[in-house]
DNA sequence: ATGCCTGCGGTTCGCAGA
């Protein structure tokens, strides 16, 4: 099963290359990101009529998340816990039936997220970023008791280690690279998550974001920050991780690129 | 030191992104 995070900078201004991307790649479940819709506004009908059912968590005009699933959805919740003033549409999380080693019925949960970038740092912007990953945490380590099979997928603003940057001394003073931020990212790791790409490869130079400015993409400046995360149950059904990078060369691209893994089980 | 570029809202500039 081909599980897949991207975030598409505004799935309206993007649907072509969503599309044809779709048709492409063939993912059988995607997380999507910065949306940037409204949920009336989402280009669902194009979408299910390539065979995905779609659940979304949209917002006007920036944010917003979604999931696009050849399996039905039995299940959908929106809203990351723990914070009734937070109204940044970040996060959404989608419960399939897939069967487990002897074939019996069984749950498989993937979340979309949008984690805040964070910037600058010193300002609410960064205590709300910091606030939102210890939400994660919390959430996530109630999820993990369940023991199934879960993917956290989406853009997490976190840039995990100097390899994972171009020029990491260009990112000293930012939010994605500060050791706060990075601290809580592995706290996920000892929770018993795995982070997939990093599960499949010690290699440098991989990356999900390119900025649009100085071109950066023809400098390869790029920085990975988008992943996805594991629990034991998933990370023993590893198959593959990779990173769809020439997507990033097509006419009106995202900044973002498509971060795919296969795991090894099959929708019930 | 700053802007570089892009999408969106709502109008031709401001905000947000990373």
């Given at each position: 099963m081909k599980i897949v995070t991207w975030n598409i900078n505004g799935v309206r201004a993007r649907i072509g290359n969503l599309l044809h991307w779709l048709t492409e790649s063939a993912p059988d479940i995607v997380c999507l990101q910065e949306?940037?819709?409204?949920d009336d506004q989402f280009p669902r009908l194009e979408i299910e009529a390539l065979g995905y059912n779609v659940e979304t968590l949209g917002q006007k005009g920036f944010n917003g998340v979604a999931i696009l699933s050849k399996l039905p959805f039995d299940e959908v919740n929106r809203g990351l816990p723990g914070d009734d003033a937070d109204d940044h549409a970040r996060f959404i999380e989608g419960v399939f039936s897939i069967k487990d080693d002897k074939g019996k019925k069984t749950a498989l949960r993937v979340v979309s997220l949008y984690l805040p970038?964070?910037?600058?740092?010193?300002?609410e912007k960064f205590s709300y970023k910091l606030a939102w990953m210890e939400r994660l945490e919390r959430w996530a380590a109630e999820r993990l008791e369940f023991e199934e099979p879960m993917v956290l997928a989406g853009?997490?603003?976190?840039?995990?280690?100097?390899?994972?940057?171009?020029?990491p001394e260009n990112w000293v003073t930012d939010a994605l690279f500060q050791p706060e931020t990075r601290q809580a990212f592995r706290r996920l790791t000892s929770l018993?998550?795995?982070?997939?790409v990093r599960a499949t490869t010690d290699a440098a130079?991989?990356?999900t974001f390119w900025d649009y400015q100085a071109g950066a993409w023809q400098k390869n400046n790029g920085i990975r920050i988008d992943h996805l995360m594991l629990s034991p149950e998933a990370a023993n059904r590893l198959a593959s991780a990779s990173v769809?990078?020439?997507?990033?060369?097509?006419?009106?691209?995202?900044d973002h690129v498509p971060t795919a893994i296969e795991l090894s089980l099959q929708a019930a």
């Amino acid at each position: 099963m081909k599980i897949v995070t991207w975030n598409i900078n505004g799935v309206r201004a993007r649907i072509g290359n969503l599309l044809h991307w779709l048709t492409e790649s063939a993912p059988d479940i995607v997380c999507l990101q910065e949306i940037k819709s409204a949920d009336d506004q989402f280009p669902r009908l194009e979408i299910e009529a390539l065979g995905y059912n779609v659940e979304t968590l949209g917002q006007k005009g920036f944010n917003g998340v979604a999931i696009l699933s050849k399996l039905p959805f039995d299940e959908v919740n929106r809203g990351l816990p723990g914070d009734d003033a937070d109204d940044h549409a970040r996060f959404i999380e989608g419960v399939f039936s897939i069967k487990d080693d002897k074939g019996k019925k069984t749950a498989l949960r993937v979340v979309s997220l949008y984690l805040p970038n964070g910037n600058p740092i010193g300002t609410e912007k960064f205590s709300y970023k910091l606030a939102w990953m210890e939400r994660l945490e919390r959430w996530a380590a109630e999820r993990l008791e369940f023991e199934e099979p879960m993917v956290l997928a989406g853009d997490y603003n976190v840039i995990p280690e100097a390899i994972d940057a171009r020029f990491p001394e260009n990112w000293v003073t930012d939010a994605l690279f500060q050791p706060e931020t990075r601290q809580a990212f592995r706290r996920l790791t000892s929770l018993g998550f795995t982070e997939a790409v990093r599960a499949t490869t010690d290699a440098a130079g991989v990356y999900t974001f390119w900025d649009y400015q100085a071109g950066a993409w023809q400098k390869n400046n790029g920085i990975r920050i988008d992943h996805l995360m594991l629990s034991p149950e998933a990370a023993n059904r590893l198959a593959s991780a990779s990173v769809e990078k020439h997507v990033r060369a097509w006419e009106k691209p995202s900044d973002h690129v498509p971060t795919a893994i296969e795991l090894s089980l099959q929708a019930a």
